[in-house]
């Protein structure tokens, strides 16, 4: 009986320090539970804008004169898009001799009056979390005060998740007095020193809030030189907003804390002469127009015998397209425009992809080296060309978009012809915002900004209104294609273009469905355009 007791009692003392074991085990392997919610970033911006104020506050009892012609420039509380005004005599001609504005400003009738309410306070909420996802405490406005005796790392600092970086450049300036004492405080990682110095009193090792302190100033400022951030609580692509501080005094700065950027590199062959099919995939959607591809492949061939032609096709009845370095994509009928330009680039695996229509031409004046050249030597993301009318015609179709802030309403977009500034070294090459429907791009950045498939009829400037912030854009205007007849008398017409350009052009809803992408996708009130 003893010793069966005995036994229990082994078994339960085994058991509890077993169980201490495997808690203790258990406390120390499972990662704390970190919030990734939508307000990660409201205690920091909290500091920040309290900070804001009291600097706003001060010289509030000086009086001023506003100058209207640069207050004017100054980004309002809302924006309007405004279109030019008729002339008083309707000259023919007018439009192409003296371009004027127009203003779109009724994207929100693309919804019923019913449900317009419920639109816009969703478009409100899916607004804040965009923000809030790519906002980090990195972002906002840090004002430095005069007369600090604080020194630290304005920008620049930058850790990887749940690893350890030295905090440069940390100094307290002050005259000499009994104790010399700076706080820090963070609040996705904890500080500790990587040294230590004798006569400094350092408390909070490894948490979030550090206290030091020295009788010597020169002492305490040694050992900042010693301090290091520990990232523990990783929310990935963020920020952490460290507070450093002394009597009287406070700062504040930023250490950013995310994981690097996987590069996605293109191999394109080892010879230093740019080869056009290991670089460069041409890409098109055809639709109704068979001859015009088969022309349009034909003219390619002439000049670039094995880069690959990927072609997507939503016709009802397809033919086969075939040959060398040909790859066909059949999509579901009338899937339209934009959904064609996407499975086409989706399928790119060249480091570049040409856009080109169904309907254009190449010829020796389409030099494709020069897209590559200019794409290679300069940061540009894309770059376009320009398109021969058979009248002789040629177009670039340069613009520049610039979006206003319009608070809740929604912004403004306004779109220009026009260009920022040629490019050095390629006296024919311009930034811009928007380029013609004849452009090369980088696949991967392509690919990020992506075309909507919604757009499924006429659509071309909605792809640089969604990639505005994005891409880089540029354009030459001596790659030159040529393009297909547009203006062709009726009874010269084949039956597949006339289809063509009735499904292209007169589909009812086609507007409906842009106004509502502008109003809520790109969250615009109206557009403005010459
Ligand atoms: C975020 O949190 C603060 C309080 O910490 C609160 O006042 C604010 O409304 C919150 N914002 C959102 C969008 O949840
Ligand atoms: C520094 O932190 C300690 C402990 O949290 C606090 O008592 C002290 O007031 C702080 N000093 C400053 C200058 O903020
Ligand atoms: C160019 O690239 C293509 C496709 O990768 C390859 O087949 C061809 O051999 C390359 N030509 C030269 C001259 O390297
Ligand atoms: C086109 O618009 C009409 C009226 O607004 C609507 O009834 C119809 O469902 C729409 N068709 C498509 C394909 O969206």
């Known amino acids: 009986m003893r010793c069966f007791l005995q036994k229990k009692t082994w078994v339960s003392i085994i058991s509890v320090q077993l169980l201490c074991i495997v808690l203790l085990y258990w406390t120390a392997t499972t990662p704390p539970s970190v919030d990734v919610g939508p307000n990660q970033s409201h205690k920091a911006l909290n500091v920040l804008q309290e900070r804001l104020h009291n600097v706003q506050r001060t010289y509030k009892n000086i009086p ?85 005796p604080l020194q630290y790392p304005t920008q620049g600092i930058e850790v990887r998740p749940l690893r350890t970086v030295v905090i440069p450049g940390l100094a307290l300036k002050e005259k000499s007095r009994p104790l010399h004492t700076v706080n820090l405080t963070a609040t ?49 692509k963020t920020a952490d907003t460290v507070q450093f501080e002394t009597d009287g ?18 191999y394109s062959g080892s010879t230093n002469e740019y080869n056009i099919s290991a670089l460069v995939t041409i890409a098109t959607k055809t639709f109704l127009r068979y001859d015009k591809l088969q022309d349009l492949i034909d003219s390619i061939r002439k000049f670039y015998r094995t880069v690959t032609i990927v072609i997507a096709d939503d016709n009802e009845h397809p033919q086969p397209v075939t040959g060398p370095h040909i790859e066909h994509y059949i999509m ?32 020796s004046n ?62 024919n090459c311009v ?19 992506g075309f909507d498939p919604r757009l499924a009829r006429a659509a071309h400037l909605e792809f640089f209104i969604d990639g505005l912030g994005t891409l880089h ?34 589909s009812p809803n086609s507007s409906q469905i842009k106004n509502r992408l502008f109003f809520f996708k790109n969250r615009l009130q109206c557009i403005s355009s010459n």
Request: net charge neutral.
């Open 64 to 148: 001023y004169v506003i100058k209207e012609s640069v207050a004017s420039r100054l980004a309002l509380n809302g924006c309007v898009c405004e279109a030019d005004k008729k002339p008083a005599i309707d000259l023919p001609f007018a439009q192409l001799l003296f371009p004027r504005v127009w203003a779109q400003n009724d994207f929100h009738t693309a919804f019923q009056e019913a449900e317009l309410a419920k639109v816009k306070s969703r478009r409100q909420q899916e607004f804040n979390s965009f923000r809030q996802r790519y906002q980090t405490p990195a972002d906002f406005l840090v004002i430095a005060e005069a007369n600090s």
């Open 431 to 449: 930034v811009a915002d928007a380029v013609i429907n004849f452009f090369m791009g980088r696949t991967d950045m392509m690919l990020q900004v």
């Open 366 to 427: 389409t030099k494709l080296e020069k897209m590559v050249e200019v794409l290679e030597k300069t940061t540009l993301d894309l770059v376009g060309g320009a398109v021969r009318e058979a009248t002789g015609y040629t177009a670039s179709y340069r613009h520049t978009i610039s979006v206003e802030d319009g608070g809740e309403k929604g912004d403004c977009v306004h779109i220009r012809n026009g260009y920022y500034h040629t490019i050095h070294g390629f006296p």
């Open 249 to 266: 005094h406070q700062s504040v700065f930023t250490i950013k804390v995310g994981h690097p950027v996987t590069p996605k590199l293109y």
């Open 332 to 363: 579901p009928f009338a899937k339209g425009w934009f959904a064609g330009r996407n499975l086409a680039v989706s399928q790119v695996s060249t480091k570049y992809v040409l856009w080109v229509d169904d309907d254009f031409i190449f010829t």
């Open 188 to 236: 996705l990682g904890t500080f500790d020193v990587s040294a230590t110095v004798d006569g400094v009193s350092v408390k909070g090792v490894a948490a979030m809030h550090m206290t030091l302190s020295s009788s010597d100033l020169d002492t305490l400022n040694r050992q900042l030189q010693f301090i290091t951030y520990t990232n523990t609580l990783f929310h990935p």
């Open 473 to 506: 854009i540029g354009s030459c205007d001596d790659i030159i294609v040529n393009h297909a007849s547009k203006i062709k008398l009726p009874w010269g017409k084949l039956d597949s273009e006339k289809a063509y350009e009735k499904f292209r052009y007169y």
